[in-house]
């Protein structure tokens, strides 16, 4: 199975700043990355497929990048809904696999 | 609106089977995709188990294969998880989900509420 590596694993950060969660593929998985916000009790939420697509109805201050075996997850400017965990997942292939999420904590 | 609801036992003894049914409604589960279930323990992280096509067809995760079936009733658009000789191990939330339309049938844009299923005795 392909291994996906989350960092930082938690972070602290105010309202407006630039954040950045990387995720990284133990072999290349193309573009074959989505990101997914979750908050506590609930279910994930798709953000970004294809690497770098947001999902219908995903703010823009959401953006990813990367191809092959790293990739980022960037929130251009937090808002106080973002605080969450997030986690990347690969889908190059079978077992789909998700990394070990980022916290993203109000500092 | 696609709308899905786990349910199931929240309590199963070790060594038993853990048995939980995904209701579908807004989508017909016959129209296509692969639907899945997905597992997160408490505190922890997202962990893919199975996926199953409205003609049957699977994918499970080879983890979990030797002990996982997931089965489809499309006359009561609704699919199913069997999880046998659980341990505490796979305690968890356990969360059924359908897919995106883009193909691939492995990222999932709609989920279930999910539903926290504890082994103990």
């Known amino acids: 199975a392909i291994r996906m590596t989350q960092s930082p694993s938690s972070l602290s950060a105010s309202t407006g700043d630039r954040v950045t969660i990387t995720c990284r593929a133990s072999?290349?998985?193309?573009?074959?990355l989505a990101w997914y916000q979750q908050k506590p009790g609930k279910a994930p939420k798709l953000l970004i497929y294809a690497a770098s697509t947001l999902q219908s109805g995903v703010p823009s201050r959401f953006s990813g990048s990367g191809s092959g075996t790293d990739f980022t997850l960037t929130i251009s400017c937090l808002q106080s809904e973002d605080f969450a965990t997030y986690y990347c997942q690969q889908y190059y292939s079978y077992p789909v696999t998700f990394g070990g999420g980022t916290k993203v904590e109000i500092k | 609106q696609v709308q899905l609801q786990e349910s199931g036992p929240g309590l199963v003894k070790p060594s038993e089977t853990l048995s939980l049914t995904c209701a579908v409604s807004g989508y017909s589960i016959s129209s296509g995709y692969y639907w899945g279930w997905i597992r997160q323990p408490p505190g922890k992280g997202l962990e893919w188990i199975g996926s199953?096509?409205?003609?049957?067809?699977?994918y499970y995760n080879p983890s979990l294969k030797s002990r996982v079936t997931i089965s489809v009733d499309t006359s009561k658009n609704q699919f199913s998880l069997k999880l046998s000789s659980v341990t505490a191990a796979d305690t968890a939330v356990y969360y059924c989900?359908?897919?995106?339309?883009?193909?691939?049938?492995?990222?999932?844009?709609?989920w279930g509420q999910g539903t926290l299923v504890t082994v103990s005795s």
């Open positions: 989900a359908r897919p995106t339309p883009d193909g691939s049938g492995r990222i999932f844009d709609y």
């Open positions: 072999q290349g998985i193309s573009s074959y």
């Open positions: 199953i096509y409205h003609s049957g067809s699977t």
